[in-house]
């Protein structure tokens, strides 16, 4: 191999990460999980998974994680409260 064959392949492969890097990981490994769940759950005998609810669809995951991550964000950081930082706030 040429010392231009290597930069070309690595060119490409630079590339094809990058391209890769575009897709929506997150919801791709949420499908899988969803998916194996479903799968788990059609087996039977001894094999059988029993699930009681079916995942969310990753739209309706996807809004109620944001709307968790909000109200956490919302929420004072634990040992603080109101007084704690008033006080802290005179004593600066």
Do not use: F, I, K
């Not at 890769?20 to 998974?49: I, P």
């Not at 699930?51 to 991550?69: A, F, S, V």
């Amino acid at each position: 191999m040429t010392r231009l064959d290597r930069r070309a392949a690595a060119v490409l492969l630079t590339l094809s990460l990058t391209a890769c890097a575009d897709t929506y990981w997150e919801r791709s490994l949420y499908e899988g999980l969803r998916q194996r769940a479903d799968n788990a759950a059609r087996q039977h005998g001894a094999r059988a998974v029993p699930q009681t609810t079916r995942l969310p669809e990753h739209g309706q995951y996807e809004r109620e994680r944001q709307r968790l991550l909000g109200a956490q964000a919302a929420r004072p950081a634990e040992g603080t409260d109101g007084a704690n930082a008033a006080a802290s706030a005179a004593a600066r």
